[in-house]
């Protein structure tokens, strides 16, 4: 089955090749631009202007370990990946709502990251603490 978002990266492409929307609508360009946030609290990113809702960029993790951890997680699928980026949706256990994840490595090394819900206000910090945990996954499979 093809997700909405995987389908949205394929009629995209003939029109534009590098681009992506996301799940509530915004256009960009997945390897160079993160999907932005809402004025909703219910997304965290590493260029969020707000402090509350930013995250550090990270230079300690690889494509590949971050791949694995995101796959490792119950309910998620990566719907769009390039060479440096990639997308993920995971669904909650109860109600099946959509979080949209979004991962690029910078020229620099970095990632940079942003993840938020798909539909909803609030999300009561799940968003942080998933993209906490999974670098903490990716981080220990690159001790693996």
């Not at 995209?12 to 992506?20: I, L, R």
């Not at 690029?104 to 799940?126: Q, T």
Request: hydrophobic share 40%; net charge neutral; charged share 25%.
């Amino acid at each position: 089955m093809i997700r909405a978002g995987l389908l949205t990266l394929l009629l995209s492409t003939t029109m534009n090749a590098s681009a992506w929307t996301g799940c509530r609508g915004e256009q960009v360009d997945p390897a160079t631009t993160l999907l932005p946030c809402t004025e909703r609290p219910n997304c965290v990113s590493t260029d969020h202007p707000d402090p509350e809702r930013r995250l550090p960029l990270a230079d300690d993790v690889a494509l590949a370990q971050l791949r694995a951890a995101i796959l490792s997680e119950p309910r998620s699928d990566i719907v769009a990946e390039g060479p440096h980026w990639l997308i993920a949706h995971f669904r909650s256990r109860v109600f099946g709502f959509v979080d949209e994840a979004h991962f690029i490595f910078r020229a620099d090394g970095r990632l940079a990251m942003r993840s938020g819900a798909c539909s909803g206000y609030y999300d009561f910090g799940v968003n942080r603490r998933r993209l906490e945990r999974l670098l903490a996954k990716a981080r220990q499979n690159a001790e693996d």
